[in-house]
């Protein structure tokens, strides 16, 4: 509005409408840079799953006995449900694709100032890397992490060389040129996202079988690097702060494929350090694990059968071995369990309808 | 550290913070350091050729100074009693004392420009000849990085010192702040090329806060970063591919590239200069414009005179008007009156040195053949249309279509036709193959592909792509338009508060969304492979 | 003087016959006079009045306008 002429200005008037309209100005730039930042942002709701996994964490109740921390090997291969149901152990699996060993280490660190759970369970393929790999998979584990010091310590230790602190800070930087890519997905999980995995598990149900696995290429170098040294052992320290037993675990997938002088490595480190290896792939026949059936490609991951089967196998280490006592009867427990059970087999039998009916597309 | 980087705007942010924090005296000093910081980022060695440049020329000039100081001392006491003749006598004598210090001050200046630029071009030519004369033997060369912006402070330099020579100005005795006006940042990487008496007045003066002129400042660097980031860069890709796979893309595409060239040196080029001076407002400084809306030219001359202004002007001042009027010239000028006529000694001496000039105006862009003969025809073409100067004027006498706007449009899509062509050879960098593609275009008639979509999403450019470069290019001629009215920040300026704030808001967000740059998004990149 | 005055407005005159030499206050500012048109006049001048305009004296201030030009020459002559 024009103010009239000959009308008195008022000097503090004027300082006053000027501070608003800055604070507007700032507001509305601000309101409007994390609008677009929400909406440019993947929503990893219908393709890659993956990418949605470690946001999901943050909305649980943190009273967890067990706590997985890896890459597909775990997430895709063990169900928290049957834990629960046949041992009475209440677990999380924080896992995401490709997860380097210095994201693990920092999940685990993050997981630690909510919660101390009895039991971590790593999984050790993520060794056989030992530098930044691909910007998209840093982004699955990273984006999805609230900020903390050790977000910020992962970010750097994670980035490739193409990659800028700030893109992480402001990722609307980073995301801006998905503006011609946008999908229906992107408006409609704007504010809310559904639920990708059921305590970290992603669930499969369809099977593909494992044909002749090739046997791994000879490496020239089967040492494990430096830098994943460094953070196992990091890992290792940060357990026993916390007094939190740090297990180690090679998943039954037949591929990638793991090498024997791998394995004798990490049973070394297991034994110096006094801390449990379990190579479950030598153990796929005691679990029952039948590669016709209980994977869904072709052997690198397990289906909803074969996660099963191997959380059945591996609940009866964590309560003999690890001492984990069952909490089953523990009322608010068994409730939000039972709701978690209703959505896990609603799931299951959504994935084989659509099975049946042809349309099953994995996702 | 480019305009466009993270880092670059950090730097901006906290040299602007200082700039307007600390107290003024200490603005200029802030900026020499800033300014070296800024240089030094582009590799530590690279200071040893500024402070070269800057130490001779600034040195150089306080000698000059002197000289012609002590030559006034002179004239007003001592030579007041002297003759005419020794007067005349003492003037040419100190005349020749300045003379030999300029000229230790361009072979410093202009040798170092020639041994780090044009050292490899002038020894891969001797090969050549070489081989071509029978010897198996070869020159080998050390191949020197060319230091960032260096044919630019180099020219300002010299420019200072043939000024002070000729005692257009008296030399700056503070070395420290002629370092400043040869290493001042905003203008380092791509000009303009300053003028000592231009710049200097408000580069060392302490500025005030204001938020006008700040205001005023930054949005130009925003509109340079929307020409750059959002048009100029997004091109590079498809401007990269058309001229580099020849095979694939001849005729038609020879034309598409020459367009799409001409959209991209235009934003790319303007864009940084408007980041230039918008940061030299910001901080109260006035550079003088490079640009005057260039593609509005109705002449191939006209062009010249709006396009790199700084630089025209330059090779004017300092190479065309002495070398036009210097000894030989006349001399040839006179022979060739003697011998050829009247009109042909009239034009002896603009020919020569327009060719001289343009000789040189081409190897400044770049040490190699394809620069030396683009700088030549677009000296042709200039000549040319001079020798045709009458008969447009017999044309306009019977024809009363000059002042008519279909006329003037005309013109300028001529100038911008003729000038595209011109450009190829700096788009193709080797002359054979621009004439081979020249050529093309009328051979192979492949204007149908330009209808297969196929062809055209080939470039890397998707159709939203072309959808905002067609955009930027219509905000780039719209406000060129609105920009004949007067400053079109200055008009935005007189509508009432959030209009202007929606309006550099939008501008804002579609530099962030638009821009080209960061990781790409590219879906295959997150197609989970199986791990 | 105004003899000198009257040969340069002739030379003017001769390269531009459709502006006014003798009253124009902008012939470098308003694009009148080109860098070519510059050459050509130094080369008339020195022809008429066998005088050498030097580099340094290229400035737009001494060819704006035919005042400026014939104070110009008129300098030079008594310099010579």
Redesign the interface.
């Known amino acids: 509005m024009r103010r009239k002429e000959g009308e008195p200005v008022g000097g503090k008037d004027i300082i006053r409408n000027r501070a608003l309209r800055i604070v507007v100005s700032a507001a509305v730039l601000l309101a409007a840079f994390y609008l677009l930042q929400r909406l440019f942002m993947p929503k990893y709701m219908s393709s890659v799953v993956e990418g949605a996994m470690i946001a999901e964490y943050y909305g649980e109740k943190k009273d967890h006995d067990v706590i997985f921390i890896g890459d597909c090997e775990l997430y895709e291969n063990i169900s928290p449900l049957v834990l629960w149901e046949e041992y009475g152990i209440n677990s999380y699996i924080r896992g995401s694709a490709q997860q380097l060993l210095w994201q693990s280490y920092y999940l685990a660190e993050e997981t630690f100032t909510y919660e101390t759970p009895k039991v971590l369970v790593f999984s050790v393929l993520a060794m056989k890397y030992d530098e930044p790999q691909k910007e998209a998979y840093n982004r699955m584990t990273l984006d999805g992490m609230r900020w903390s010091a050790s977000k910020v310590a992962s970010i750097k230790a994670s980035m490739t060389k193409e990659e800028r602190f700030v893109e992480y800070v402001f990722p609307l930087l980073r995301y801006h040129s998905r503006w011609s890519e946008l999908t229906k997905e992107d408006f409609q999980y704007f504010w809310k996202r559904k639920k990708v995995t059921h305590n970290g598990y992603y669930m499969r149900v369809d099977s593909l079988p494992a044909k002749d696995v090739p046997k791994g290429r000879p490496l020239g170098d089967y040492e494990f690097g430096e830098q994943a040294w460094m953070y196992l052992e990091k890992l290792t320290d940060l357990c026993k702060k916390h007094g939190v037993k740090l297990v180690l675990v090679k998943a039954p997938s037949l591929y990638p494929y793991w090498y024997e002088e791998w394995d004798e490595q990490i049973k070394d480190y297991a034994k110096e350090h006094g801390l449990a290896y379990y190579n479950l792939l030598e153990a796929a026949d005691e679990i029952g694990l039948d590669y016709q059936k209980d994977t869904y490609d072709g052997g690198l991951h397990l289906n909803l059968s074969g996660a099963e089967k191997l959380a059945s196998y591996f609940g009866n280490i964590l309560a003999k071995d690890c001492g984990l006592s069952s909490r089953r009867g523990e009322e608010a427990l068994e409730q939000s369990w039972r709701k978690k059970r209703e959505l896990y087999n609603g799931e299951a039998l959504r994935q084989m309808d659509q099975q049946e009916k042809g349309s099953f597309t994995g996702k | 550290m480019l305009f466009t980087s993270y880092g670059f705007l950090l730097f901006l942010a906290v040299v602007l913070i200082l700039y307007y924090g600390l107290p003024r005296r200490f603005q200029w000093p802030l900026l020499l350091i800033a300014s070296y910081v800024f240089y030094g980022a582009s590799g530590i060695g690279n200071l040893c050729y500024i402070l070269a440049t800057t130490l001779a020329t600034g040195l150089l000039a306080c000698k000059m100074q002197d000289v012609s100081d002590a030559q006034s001392k002179w004239l007003k006491g001592k030579g007041k009693e002297a003759s005419r003749e020794e007067r005349k006598a003492y003037k040419q004598r100190m005349k020749k004392k300045r003379w030999r210090l300029l000229l230790l001050c361009l072979a410093v200046d202009v040798g170092m420009l020639a041994v780090v630029k044009y050292t490899g071009f002038a020894v891969s030519n001797l090969n050549v000849l070489i081989k071509a004369l029978g010897s198996g033997r070869q020159l080998t060369f050390f191949d020197i990085a060319l230091p960032m912006g260096i044919s630019f402070y180099v020219f300002q330099a010299v420019g200072y010192g043939i000024d002070v020579?000729?005692?257009?100005y008296r030399a700056e005795e503070n070395l420290f702040r002629f370092a400043l006006f040869v290493s001042f940042f905003p203008q380092l990487i791509q000009g303009p090329i300053s003028r000592f008496d231009q710049l200097s007045p408000s580069l060392f003066a302490p500025h005030k806060f204001q938020t006008r002129t700040i205001s005023l400042g930054l949005q130009r660097v925003l509109w340079g970063f929307f020409k750059k980031l959002v048009v100029a860069d997004r091109l590079i890709g498809a401007v990269g591919m058309l001229t580099k796979d020849t095979q694939t893309y001849e005729g038609c595409w020879v034309v598409v590239g020459m367009f799409l060239y001409a959209v991209e040196l235009y934003a790319d080029f303007t864009g940084g200069i408007d980041i230039t001076i918008g940061i030299a407002q910001a901080m109260g400084i006035t550079v003088q414009e490079n640009f005057i809306r260039p593609y509005f030219s109705k002449s191939v001359?006209e062009y010249w005179?709006r396009w790199h202004i700084s630089m025209g002007s330059w090779f004017?001042?300092y190479i065309?008007?002495?070398v036009?009027?210097?000894k030989p010239m006349?001399d040839l000028?006179s022979f060739s009156r003697k011998h050829l006529g009247e009109q042909a000694?009239?034009r002896a001496?603009?020919y020569a040195?327009?060719f001289l000039v343009w000789a040189a105006t081409g190897i400044w862009h770049g040490a190699g053949w394809n620069f030396l003969v683009w700088g030549l025809s677009n000296c042709a073409v200039l000549l040319v249309s001079?020798e045709l100067e009458p008969l447009y004027r017999n044309f306009h006498e019977r024809f009363q279509v000059a002042g008519t706007f279909g006329w003037r449009l005309f013109g300028v899509a001529r100038t911008c036709f003729i000038l595209c062509c011109l450009r190829t050879f700096d788009c193709y960098r080797d002359v054979p193959l621009t004439f081979r593609m020249l050529g093309s275009v009328l051979t192979s008639w492949n204007w149908g592909e330009l209808f297969s979509p196929g062809r055209i999403l080939e470039l890397g450019l998707s159709w939203a792509d072309y959808g905002v470069v067609l955009l930027g290019i219509l905000l780039m001629l719209g406000v060129s338009l609105w920009q004949r009215k007067g400053s079109v920040r200055g008009q935005i300026a007189q509508k009432p508060y959030w209009v202007r704030f929606a309006l550099w808001l939008s501008l804002f967000f579609m530099v962030i969304v638009w821009g080209s740059y960061g990781i790409g998004y590219e879906a295959s990149q997150f197609i989970y492979n199986q791990f | 003087m105004e003899e000198l005055r009257e040969g340069l407005l002739e030379i003017l005159e001769e390269m531009h016959p459709d502006t006014d030499m003798a009253s124009c206050k902008g012939l470098v500012q308003d694009?009148i006079l080109?860098?070519?048109d510059?050459?050509?006049l130094?080369?008339?001048i020195?022809e008429a009045f066998d005088v050498?305009?030097?580099?340094?004296r290229?400035?737009p201030e001494n060819f704006n306008s035919l005042d400026a030009l014939t104070k110009l020459v008129d300098r030079l002559l008594e310099e010579e």
């Open positions: 020579y000729r005692g257009k001359k005179n004017t001042d065309f008007y002495p036009s009027v210097c006349l000028s000694g009239r001496p603009v040195s327009c001079q | 694009k080109d860098s070519f510059i050459i050509t130094i080369t008339r020195r050498v305009v030097p580099a340094d290229i400035v």
